[in-house]
C-alpha cells in the first residue's frame, strides 16, 4: 500500500526558512516522479514543484521559483522542500503525491 507521510511544518516568520519532508513507502519511490502542492485557505490546490526519479529534472511553479529546492533522496525514500525567504503567501498546508497517492499534508503558516 502507497504511503506518503509529510513533516517539517509549522510557524515561522517572513524571510525564514523552513524544509519539509516526505517519506515513502510501499512501492519503488527510487522509479517514481513525485511533487509537492499546496492549498491556502479558500484557494485551490496548486503545483508547487517537480521531481523526476533521478532528480535531476525538477520544475518549479513561478511564484516559487528561486526561492524553493525540492531534492530526493531515493537510498531513504524521501522527498524535501527546501523553503526560503518565505512570504505570508506561502502560507498554505503542503502535500506530497507521487503514484497517485497524496500525504495528510504538513500546514506552514508564515507570520510575524
Known amino acids: 500500500q502507497v504511503h506518503l507521510v509529510e513533516s517539517g511544518g509549522g510557524l515561522v516568520q517572513p524571510g525564514g526558512s523552513l524544509r519539509l519532508s516526505c517519506a515513502a513507502s510501499?512501492?519503488?519511490?527510487?522509479?517514481?516522479?513525485m511533487s509537492w502542492y499546496r492549498q491556502a485557505p479558500g484557494k485551490e490546490r496548486e503545483l508547487v514543484a517537480v521531481?523526476?526519479?533521478?532528480?535531476?529534472?525538477?520544475y518549479y511553479a513561478d511564484s516559487v521559483k528561486g526561492r524553493f529546492t525540492i531534492s530526493r533522496d531515493n537510498a531513504k525514500s524521501t522527498m524535501y522542500l527546501q523553503m526560503n525567504s518565505l512570504k505570508p503567501d506561502d502560507t498554505a498546508v503542503y502535500y506530497c503525491?507521487?503514484?497517485?497517492?497524496w500525504g495528510q499534508g504538513t500546514l506552514v503558516t508564515v507570520s510575524t
Open positions: 503525491t507521487g503514484r497517485n497517492a
Open positions: 510501499g512501492f519503488d519511490f527510487s522509479s517514481a516522479g
Open positions: 521531481i523526476n526519479t533521478f532528480g535531476d529534472g525538477t
